[in-house]
């Protein structure tokens, strides 16, 4: 099959790491990505099931691992080579499916389970290593399964999700992301006077902007933003305010009538705001959040955070809540974040956020563009599959 | 004998007009037929300031001698104007000065001890030590500073006493020290007919509960203009404060008056009409325009910032607040009265560096409306120089530019409040107690140099005559996204605009140019 294949090279990887990840080296000598034909992926064990992708989205953790931003943490946690894409809708006996790419014990056909697959929470599996399939976390992550970025994937029964007919698959293809977000908003127990702060506008920032505003009630949600599109999306996501990322310690704190101390290096609020979504995952991003967080607040991790300098003193100061969102299982109510995801999406207009679409063999293109995606005033750049074979 | 104000009807022979734009000057041609009115020039100053000063203190009007009121070990209290008079601020040394040491010399001969000196702030920023130093000297500065020479805080719930309610049921404060005192000297510098008298006491040595009673929208709407006491519900209501205070404290009123001679030598020509400049005149404009056109705006405002005004003292006069204020109103007259013949469909102002709140500091935007729409707009007397209807065009790069020091609650009103409503009832009924009570600017206002956090909303209803008056505003040079925040139009080009205005007042409208430097009261008939 066709596939675009993420291929393991420690000299690459150390190279882009040293040039800071540049588009054009990250797509062209130094890439890691190899399209080609690879074999099809086979089935671990009875009752999984191929998949064929439709779109799949590129993701920021993609590229944080194509351009070498990616911590070395979940080198371990990751088999190669293996065809990129977890954010995926695609075909599979006939049915349009949107793929929940955790592979926790269940799928990876343990019994008994890990204790936190009993929680609900595959996504923080404790036998990524074990069972029918190699190391890895993730569909997209593991030399096994497949990617999204491929002609055909392996899915097991408790990773597809069918999709309604009335979501587009430019929509479907966020349901994975949704899902992330949907589970952070649910994490960070949001309450009706809380004033919340969502720390980036790329598609994770937007996402959460919109599963706080469909699943909790704060006072005020702003969103900080900065690209004049992402402005316009977040508003019309559920935003009560779109900042700037310069404006963003003085619009909170007079959200939060806190008062501002101006250091040397930058701004801290005495007060602020209840929780952050740092949706970033930049150093510049989590150490903005930790600082105009109030004490006692929460300040969340949902952008996939690099191996950064944070300054860990405010968030010792203000014995601030600092939680990880990472995928998503079952929440509190019992409901598992994908059935959420699905049940929201259709009232959100997710297609908006969807495009350009670039074919496989366009992938230098798509990967650039994708790295200025919020300049370019574009949210989620895809591959579109649908042609392939045809 | 200084010549008189004048208004000039543009002919094909006059060379360009000069106008402010922020940091810097143009140059800019009216159509022919348009006016312009030039204020006065400088009236001469007092041969000797001293003397003049003296003789003030001891022949007071309406009011016994300064010596007799001063007494061995009486409670004596000296409040000063602070830095928002004059503009741009004056080269030393100061008037204030020159009054406070010989009020002070006095005190020293009838034995008095216990004396503080307080910086009438108002909601004001706090002077800084070298400012309060330039303003009083520094033989004074180094005997009183910082115990018995100080800014007064009207946010201090201990050092603000209630004093009254008018019978219009207008709350009057007053700072306790003052209020407590045996006698309260007030040593007022009076630039423009809107400053002085009672005014100084009820807003510099009062809290926003009783600021907030005459600065607000009706009153100012109710003020036209606010140049002109008689025709100001604001002084009005200022009266009444001061007369609720004149029966609560003994006050002894000094005022003081300078010519409008606002610029150095080197800026001289901006003082001069353009028919009068010579070569040299020429030339120093020149060197202005390029080195503004040219410098980044960092060195602009330091150079424009660090000059000091050759003001001399025209009058001095001490005594009772309403007496002694009728006598200064009339100095003032004399140095900026210039009679205008009925109204025009347009009026141009160039809106300068400096106004009284941004000393030391970029004029923001906010400041930008408030110079020009409210100040420059309002020196008047009688009716406004432009018609009802008509359009003002001002000249001002309009920058997204604030001083985060001295105008943080100006950030947040032009961020917030501005992006949800220009309409100043609006403004007043929905932000404006957020704003006042808000404790970071609480205490920027009390411990750093930041202005009130109301200030913005004051600086925005001082326009409100204005926005009410006018059909349309448009601002020349402006930053486009800002001027828009601000709900007014932008032109590039002073032609362009005169151009957009006549969409509003029609074809040939009349035109009127309100050049500044120096300053004018335009008494239009």
């Not at chain 1, 491929?150 to 479907?172: F, K, M, N, Y």
């Not at chain 1, 959100?348 to 990967?367: N, Q």
């Not at chain 2, 009005?236 to 030598?265: K, M, W, Y």
């Not at chain 2, 025209?314 to 009339?330: I, N, Y």
Request: hydrophobic share 40%; net charge negative.
């Amino acid at each position: 099959m066709l596939a675009l294949q993420y291929v393991r090279s420690v000299p690459r990887y150390a190279a882009l790491k040293a040039t800071g990840g540049r588009p054009k080296l990250a797509t062209g000598e130094f890439s890691v990505l190899h399209l080609g034909d690879v074999e099809d992926p086979r089935l671990p064990a009875a009752g999984w099931h191929q998949v064929r992708p439709r779109l799949a989205g590129i993701c920021g953790s993609d590229l944080a691992a194509i351009t070498g931003h990616a911590s070395l943490y979940l080198d371990p946690l990751t088999s190669y080579p293996f065809v990129m894409g977890h954010e995926v809708v695609g075909e599979c006996d006939g049915s349009r499916v949107v793929v929940e790419p955790a592979l926790g014990c269940e799928v990876r056909g343990l019994d008994p389970v890990c204790a936190r697959c009993a929680e609900g929470r595959p996504g923080l599996c404790e036998n990524v290593d074990s069972g029918d399939l190699p190391v890895g976390l993730q569909t997209g992550y593991c030399s096994a399964t497949g990617g999204g970025w491929g002609e055909t994937l392996i899915a097991h029964p408790r990773q597809l999700h069918e999709v309604p007919a009335s979501l587009a698959d430019e929509a479907a293809v966020l349901v994975e992301p949704l899902a992330c977000s949907v589970h952070a908003a649910l994490r960070a127990e949001i309450g009706g006077d809380d004033v919340i702060v969502v720390q980036g506008a790329g598609t994770i920032g937007l996402l959460t902007v919109a599963a706080v505003r469909q699943l909790t009630s704060p006072r005020r949600l702003i969103a900080v933003a900065k690209h004049p599109s992402q402005r316009e999306h977040a508003l019309r996501l559920g935003a009560d305010q779109v900042v700037r990322p310069d404006e963003a310690f003085q619009r909170i704190r007079f959200a939060t009538s806190a008062r501002r101390l101006d250091g040397r290096d930058r701004p801290l609020l005495l007060g602020g705001a209840d929780a952050t979504f740092e949706c970033t995952g930049t150093a510049a991003g989590l150490n903005d959040a930790v600082r105009y967080t109030r004490a006692g607040g929460t300040v969340v991790a949902v952008g996939m955070p690099g191996e950064v300098k944070v300054d860990w003193a405010p968030i010792w100061q203000r014995e601030l809540h600092v939680l990880g969102a990472y995928a998503y299982g079952v929440e509190g109510d019992g409901r598992r974040t994908f059935e959420i995801a699905l049940e929201l999406a259709p009232r959100l207009g997710l297609e908006a956020l969807t495009g350009p679409l670039f074919g496989l063999g366009a992938y230098r293109d798509a990967i650039t563009y994708a790295l200025a995606a919020g300049r370019l005033g574009a949210v989620k750049v895809a591959f579109d599959l649908r042609n392939l074979g045809a | 004998m200084s010549r008189p104000g004048a208004v000039v009807e543009i002919d094909r022979t006059m060379p360009p007009v000069l106008f402010h734009h922020g940091e810097g000057v143009r140059l800019e041609r009216l159509p022919v037929g348009s006016r312009v009115i030039y204020g006065p020039d400088p009236l001469p100053g007092l041969p000797h300031p001293q003397r003049a000063i003296r003789r003030a203190l001891s022949h007071p009007i309406e009011d016994d001698p300064l010596p007799s009121l001063l007494r061995a070990g009486m409670k004596l209290t000296i409040a000063v104007d602070d830095l928002s008079l004059p503009l741009p601020p004056m080269a030393a040394p100061d008037v204030r000065q020159l009054v406070l040491q010989e009020v002070l010399e006095l005190a020293a001969e009838a034995g008095v001890e216990d004396v503080h000196l307080i910086i009438a702030t108002g909601l004001h920023r706090r002077m800084t030590a070298d400012e309060i130093r330039h303003a009083v000297g520094d033989r004074v500065f180094s005997t009183f500073y910082p115990e018995r020479l100080y800014n007064h805080d009207a946010e201090d719930p201990e050092g603000n006493v209630h004093i009254g309610v008018t019978e219009k049921g207008e709350e009057v404060t007053l700072n306790r020290r003052a209020a407590e005192s045996d006698l309260v000297i007030y040593v007022n510098l009076t630039l423009v007919p809107m400053d002085g008298g009672h005014k100084s006491m009820a807003t510099g040595l009062a809290s926003y509960r009783g600021i907030r009673q005459h600065h607000n929208v009706k009153t100012l709407l109710g003020s036209r203009s606010y140049m002109h006491p008689p025709d100001s519900d604001l002084h009005h209501s200022c009266i009444r404060q001061g007369q609720l205070i004149e029966d609560a404290v003994r006050v002894f009123h000094i005022e003081t008056t300078v010519n409008n001679h606002s610029f150095p030598s080197i800026a001289n020509f901006m003082q001069k009409r353009e028919t009068d400049w010579t070569a040299s005149d020429q030339a120093a404009f020149l060197a202005v325009k390029q080195v503004t056109d040219l410098a980044p705006t960092h060195i602009k405002r330091q150079v424009f910032h660090s000059m000091r005004a050759p003001y001399a003292l025209t009058s001095v006069r001490a005594g009772q607040v309403d007496a002694v204020h009728e006598k200064t109103l009339e100095s003032v007259r004399e140095q900026l009265t210039v009679e205008v013949e009925g109204q025009t469909d347009i009026v141009t102002i160039g809106v300068p560096y400096i106004g009284p709140y941004n000393v030391f500091a970029p004029m923001n935007p906010v400041l930008v409306v408030c110079t020009g729409l409210g100040y420059l707009f309002n020196l008047y007397r009688g009716r406004p120089v432009v018609r009802e209807g008509g359009v003002a065009i001002l000249s001002h790069p309009c920058r997204y530019e604030f001083d985060s020091v001295q105008h943080p609650s100006y950030i947040d009103f032009y961020d917030e409040v501005l992006a949800d409503t220009t309409d100043p009832h609006q403004i007043e009924q929905r932000y404006e107690e957020r704003f006042a009570t808000d404790p970071w600017y609480r205490q920027l206002f009390r411990k750093s140099h930041a202005y009130h956090g109301v200030h913005p909303f004051y600086a925005w209803y001082w326009a409100a005559h204005a926005m009410q008056h006018l059909g349309d505003v448009i601002i020349v040079g402006g930053d486009r996204d800002t001027v828009h925040r601000l709900g007014f139009k932008c032109a590039t080009r002073l032609e362009d605009a005169l151009e957009m205005a006549e969409q509003t007042v029609g074809r040939h409208p009349s035109i009127s140019h309100l050049r500044l430097p120096p300053l004018l009261l335009a008494d239009v008939r």
